[in-house]
């Protein structure tokens, strides 16, 4: 193969993915609430620590005004060690919302956010369970929106896509590849009929397909307890759905934690998904362009960054609504450079830091460390 055909082949790949996120970023479905909302709902949320976003993200939970549950869901934060210095918050804000209650817990799992999950979701009084992020802030109609598409039966588990809000500029860069690199990549998953998955940001399913796979038990162990989650319940033969609803996050650190998380999160998927983790150089597309630039077709290589841009800019805003990339779309291509790095070393080791602790996975993605003993 001549570098003539080569440069037109990788042209080819780049410039279609590029497309085809663009497609998924503009015609995502969006759905409304039906009128025969299920219910009554209990809200699950895994707390460790304190930082100045747990306060916005717990009242964001604790008023659903305009929601057709009226007033039938509860609010259960879970921390896993007695003096945990969330506690107090919980404390003040449990006193002016009567729906939201503290379960300590005291199951000890290798994942022990896990572990938290268990105990929650066995104090829950209620058939329908939302899990989410203890940092992870929501609009007023989140309830009805989440928890209507488990109306049909044949939809196991409800997840959405989430909006990053970084407090430091590495982890605004880090938010960044968030809006235009996994979001639209996940649009993208769904439109192909990749339907699996499931994110932290939101869990939404029923007590009872839970209890068909074992409970939060059966991925006690293993570190992707949310995809773990979204893959079990798929088996049960139900769809996996990506609702229109999109929530916050909060990102911070500096650049080692961020370094950190996203090999974390490289070394992770790898685990989970070994296939897909090879294909995804693929989605890269500075990776790409630099190979373009080197072959001397410079027109390609501007053709495919003009694409990637406005790729970027479309998930970005049209699709999450998120400032930082107006403000930062020409970190971009820096932003994937970084990305491909990270993805070199997530191909490598079996070692990840998580909330300050080294933990080794096994081949499934299962952690090898001993449980948490805090």
Same mark, same amino acid.
């Given at each position: 193969?001549?570098?003539s055909?080569?440069?037109?082949?990788i042209?080819?790949?780049?410039?279609?993915?590029q497309l085809?996120?663009?497609?998924?970023c503009?015609?995502?479905?969006?759905?409304?609430?039906?009128?025969g909302?299920?219910g009554?709902?209990?809200? =699950?949320?895994?707390?460790?620590?304190?930082?100045?976003?747990?306060r916005?993200?717990?009242?964001?939970?604790?008023?659903?005004?305009?929601?057709?549950f /009226?007033g039938? %869901?509860e609010?259960?934060? +879970?921390?896993?060690?007695?003096?945990d210095?969330?506690?107090?918050?919980?404390?003040?804000?449990?006193?002016?919302f009567?729906?939201?209650?503290?379960v300590?817990?005291?199951t000890?799992?290798a994942?022990?956010?896990?572990?938290?999950?268990?105990?929650?979701?066995?104090?829950a /009084?209620?058939?329908?369970?939302?899990?989410?992020d203890?940092?992870? @802030?929501?609009?007023?109609? %989140?309830l009805?929106?989440?928890?209507?598409?488990?109306?049909?039966?044949?939809?196991?588990?409800?997840?959405? =896509?989430?909006?990053p809000?970084?407090?430091?500029?590495?982890?605004?860069?880090?938010?960044?590849?968030?809006s235009t690199?996994?979001?639209?990549?996940a649009?993208?998953? @769904?439109?192909? +009929?990749?339907?699996?998955?499931?994110? +932290?940001?939101? =869990?939404?399913?029923?007590k009872?397909?839970?209890?068909?796979?074992?409970?939060?038990a059966?991925?006690?162990? %293993?570190?992707?307890d949310d %995809?773990?989650?979204?893959?079990?319940?798929?088996?049960?033969?139900?769809?996996?759905?990506?609702?229109?609803?999109?929530?916050e996050?909060?990102?911070?650190?500096?650049?080692l934690?961020?370094?950190?998380?996203?090999?974390?999160?490289?070394?992770?998927?790898?685990?989970?998904?070994?296939?897909?983790y090879?294909?995804?150089?693929?989605?890269?597309?500075?990776?790409?362009?630099?190979?373009?630039?080197?072959?001397?077709?410079?027109?390609?290589?501007?053709i495919?960054?003009?694409? /990637?841009?406005?790729?970027?800019?479309l998930a970005?805003?049209?699709?999450?609504?998120?400032?930082?990339?107006?403000?930062?779309?020409w970190?971009?291509?820096?932003?994937?450079?970084?990305?491909?790095?990270?993805?070199?070393?997530?191909?490598f080791?079996?070692?990840?830091?998580?909330?300050? @602790?080294?933990l080794?996975?096994?081949?499934?993605?299962?952690?090898?460390?001993?449980?948490?003993?805090s």
């Open positions: 193969m001549n570098l055909a080569l440069a037109v082949i042209f080819g790949i780049a410039a279609a993915y085809l996120a663009i497609f998924a503009l015609f995502r479905k969006r759905k409304t609430a039906p009128a909302v299920r009554p709902v209990s809200i =699950l949320k895994p707390v460790h620590g304190s930082d100045p976003a747990l916005a993200a717990i009242l964001s939970h604790s008023k659903f005004p305009h929601s057709k /009226r039938e %869901y609010l259960l934060c +879970g921390v896993h060690d007695p003096n210095a969330a506690i107090p918050l919980l404390e003040e804000l449990s006193r002016e009567p729906s939201l209650r503290i300590e817990s005291r000890k799992t994942n022990a956010k896990v572990g938290v999950l268990q105990d929650l979701a066995a104090a /009084r209620f058939p329908i369970l939302v899990v989410n203890a940092d992870i @802030r929501v609009d007023p109609d %989140y009805d929106r989440v928890v209507a598409p488990l109306a049909d039966p044949k939809v196991g588990l409800v997840t959405c =896509l989430y909006r809000n970084g407090t430091s500029f590495a982890s605004r860069f880090e938010g960044l590849g968030v690199d996994f979001a639209p990549s649009l993208v998953a @769904r439109l192909v +009929g990749v339907d699996e998955f499931a994110m +932290g940001s939101t =869990l939404a399913f029923r009872t397909d839970l209890e068909k796979i074992g409970g939060f059966a991925i006690a162990d %293993y570190l992707a %995809y773990q989650l979204g893959h079990r319940i798929h088996q049960l033969g139900l769809k996996c759905v990506l609702s229109d609803v999109i929530v996050t909060s990102l911070g650190g500096g650049w934690d961020v370094w950190r998380h996203q090999v974390r999160w490289a070394r992770t998927i790898r685990v989970s998904k070994p296939a897909g090879v294909g995804l150089p693929v989605t890269n597309a500075m990776l790409w362009i630099v190979i373009l630039w080197l072959l001397g077709r410079f027109q390609m290589a501007g495919v960054l003009a694409l /990637r841009l406005w790729m970027a800019i970005g805003w049209f699709a999450l609504r998120s400032r930082d990339v107006l403000k930062f779309w970190l971009v291509p820096a932003r994937d450079l970084f990305a491909f790095a990270v993805w070199i070393a997530g191909l080791g079996n070692t990840v830091i998580w909330r300050d @602790r080294e080794r996975l096994d081949a499934e993605g299962r952690i090898q460390s001993k449980p948490h003993s």
